[in-house]
Nanobody, 120 residues
């Protein structure tokens, strides 16, 4: 059974930092690319950051480049999102995603989400 335990969300002032964690189980973590998505009220879910299965490559949404950093520890089956210089527009529910492509099929697993609120 696939499970995610997401943690690290909360309320932070503008300019502050948070570190999100997502501990996964129930699938072969090291074979999956991992991503963080977010969804703000009234908006579609958007990709924030992605890291390949072995951590050799990352990519980021333009809105978070230079402020956020995604990393993973395959020994702990955990992916992280370090968020610095937070802005009110970063307020959203953040979701952990595991992705694997086999041939033409894509398999996705989703976490339950953790809320981040940036406000003074």
């Amino acid at each position: 059974q696939v499970q995610f335990v997401e943690s690290g969300g909360g309320l932070v002032q503008p300019g502050g930092s948070l570190r999100l964690s997502c501990a996964a189980s129930g699938f072969t973590f090291r074979r999956h690319a991992m991503s963080w998505y977010r969804q703000a009220p009234g908006n579609e879910r958007e990709l924030v950051a992605r890291i390949t299965s072995l951590g050799s490559s990352t990519n980021y949404a333009d809105s978070v480049k230079g402020r956020f950093a995604i990393s993973r520890d395959n020994a702990k089956n955990t992916v992280y999102l370090q968020m610095n210089s937070l802005k009110p527009e970063d307020t959203a529910v953040y979701y952990c995603n595991a992705e694997r492509v086999v041939g033409r099929d894509r398999y996705d697993y989703w976490g339950q989400g953790t809320r981040v609120t940036v406000s003074s």
